[in-house]
């Protein structure tokens, strides 16, 4: 256990469901703002999502103005928590360049930076021999890339923690190894929460549940369309420094771009496009499937052979490294790729933030702020309005 276990209290202002990168901050934020918080996690702390995502919280991959926004601002308040937190997580601004090895690749590149440029992200165009003078690892197949100073590095697991240190410093607790079995109503109103180790009385709770989000929002009678997203993922064996930043290929925007989750795939469609990190510690983090699987958290074959087969291709440097581990991931993923944040129509003391998809970590830091924003009463009502629930009733 990466905490000792605390004991579940009688009661608490607000109960966050859910202990990765979101409900973590979701915690810390709560904690500052002088609310009793009681944070509920069936397993460890980080131990779902979190565990398994990539080390980058990327603005290169955000094409629209109300995402762009969104992660720059999450990612301007990771740069004073990091100080907040004495640098006790890995986080910098490394960069990201986003690779083309085909004409069709080279004019989504130059479209999404475009895009971007219109956005106000600061993105500069160059050509092959620019981007491995950037990016030495990558192989002559690489046409030309767009680069963009502001994307950051960071390690999701000393993230989540630095979190939870910082929410149980100022009083939050957080317990572990406890299942949600039911939340209580009467009328419009939340009375409290029922679990497996007792019962807490609140009036209010965060469904921070990521993947499972779907399954806690039915314990109040309520649909969520929040359905995982599997993505496999690769760890080399350790070596010098070779890269820095974030090398993200353009197979990686198109792999993002078809593919949707459904709760239910039995007949999954795998896309696959590479996202490359060296961490501090040398190995290179590898990423990623896209696979509808339900539930399914194992590794494939398949999904380990295309990874190793698209490294090769666009960073031939690195064909014979060893791969010492393969993992997966699920992400909590809604039919618009954004998430869901605010109060629940109908019921109020329901507050989502959910659905992140790939984008826990870049988002992980607005979301938290702006539920403490929402459970005060002080949030901004129109930067709610992409996220809210009602957006789905429409469909």
């Not at 896209?290 to 090769?312: F, H, K, V, W």
């Amino acid at each position: 256990m990466t905490h000792p276990i605390q004991d579940l209290p009688s009661s608490a202002d607000v109960v966050v469901v859910g202990g990765g990168v979101v409900g973590t901050s979701i915690a810390y934020f709560c904690s500052r703002a002088g609310v009793r918080v009681c944070l509920l996690e069936r397993d460890d702390i980080g131990a779902g999502t979190t565990s398994a995502a990539a080390a980058a919280a990327l603005l290169q991959t955000k094409t629209s103005a109300t995402k762009l926004a969104f992660a720059n601002e999450s990612l301007a308040l990771l740069d004073q928590l990091h100080d907040e937190f004495d640098r006790s997580f890995e986080f910098e601004h490394t960069g990201s360049l986003l690779a083309a090895c085909s004409e069709t690749e080279w004019q989504v590149v130059q479209d999404v930076a475009a895009t971007l440029q219109k956005l106000g992200l600061a993105v500069q165009m160059v050509d092959g021999a620019q981007a491995r003078a950037l990016m030495p690892v990558l192989g002559p197949t690489v046409l030309g890339a767009s680069f963009s100073p502001a994307d950051a590095q960071v390690n999701p697991l000393e993230l989540v923690m630095a979190y939870a240190r910082a929410a149980r410093r100022l009083g939050a607790q957080l317990c572990i190894g406890v299942q949600v079995t039911g939340i209580e109503k009467q009328g419009d109103r939340i009375v409290a929460v029922m679990t497996n180790k007792g019962k807490i009385r609140t009036g209010t709770v965060v469904n921070a549940a990521g993947v499972w989000a779907s399954r806690v929002a039915q314990m109040v009678g309520l649909e969520m369309p929040v359905a995982p997203l599997k993505g496999e993922l690769l760890i080399t064996q350790a070596m010098l420094r070779r890269m820095r930043g974030t090398l993200i290929s353009a197979k990686y925007l198109l792999s993002k771009a078809s593919t949707t989750a459904t709760a239910d795939a039995t007949s999954p469609k795998r896309t696959v496009g590479i996202t490359l990190v060296q961490v501090a510690r040398g190995n290179f983090l590898v990423g990623s499937t896209r696979e509808p699987a339900g539930y399914d958290s194992r590794n494939t074959y398949a999904g380990i052979s295309e990874l190793c087969r698209l490294l090769a291709d666009i960073t031939p440097s690195l064909a014979n490294v060893h791969v010492i581990r393969a993992y997966a991931g699920l992400r909590p993923l809604t039919p618009d790729q954004m998430p869901i944040i605010g109060r629940a129509p109908g019921l109020p003391g329901f507050i989502a933030a959910t659905g992140h998809g790939g984008d826990g970590l870049a988002f992980s830091a607005i979301t938290g702020k702006i539920v403490a924003e929402i459970f005060s009463g002080t949030v901004d009502s129109d930067k709610l309005k992409p996220f809210a629930w009602e957006r789905f009733d429409a469909n």
